[in-house]
Every structure is written in C-alpha cells, then in structure tokens.
C-alpha cells in the first residue's frame, strides 16, 4: 500500500490524517506544531472565502469554524495553557463553552 492509498484509505474511514500528524507533531515540537496550525487556519479560512463566493454559507461556517480551532489550538500549544497540559495528558482536545464565566462576563459589560 502506498503512502496515498493509506491516506484515502484513513480519509475514507473518517480520520482527519492532518490532525493526528499534528497531534504526534504537538507531542516533540510544539512550537513548530502551533506554526503549522497557523498554516491551516490560513488555508480553511481561504477555503471559507471561496465558499461564500460560491454561494455555499454552510460550508464557509464550517471551514470558517475550523480555520478558529487551528488558531485557538495553537495558541494553547505556543502558550502551554491548561487546555493544551489536558491535550498531552489526556490524548485529546476538549472544546466547551464556559457558561456560567460568559454569562457573568456579559453581566459585567452592561
């Protein structure tokens, strides 16, 4: 089996081929990890663009969404924050909204 066949192959299964190099990338070389993901945001955001011009809305949220889990999963990385101490701990990235702090910091705004 070839390199391509492997990759169309774990494509067609489901798994994101570029996130699990990332993930074992993170793992030795974080820094170097968080650049990459900068690399991807840039290139989903583009994708978003594309999508709009085209008329698609879905698509565009959804490579636009992505372009926003690249960057904030990069800053944990570049930064080390506890999100990114669970990811090494735990073998995955968790993504949850804090109501209670956001609702009491929209409080605080008005």
Known sequence: MTLDELIRKLTEKGIDV??????ALSREDPD???????????????????YLNKGDPVQASEKAYKAAEEVVKALAEKFRTQEYQAFMREGM?????????????????H
């Open 93 to 109: 990235w968790y993504s949850f909204v804090d109501h209670f702090n956001l609702f009491h910091k929209h409080d605080m705004i």
């Open 32 to 50: 170097y990890s968080s650049e990459e993901r900068i690399k991807f945001a840039e290139s989903y955001l583009k994708e978003s663009y594309e």
């Open 18 to 23: 570029n996130e699990v190099l990332l993930e």
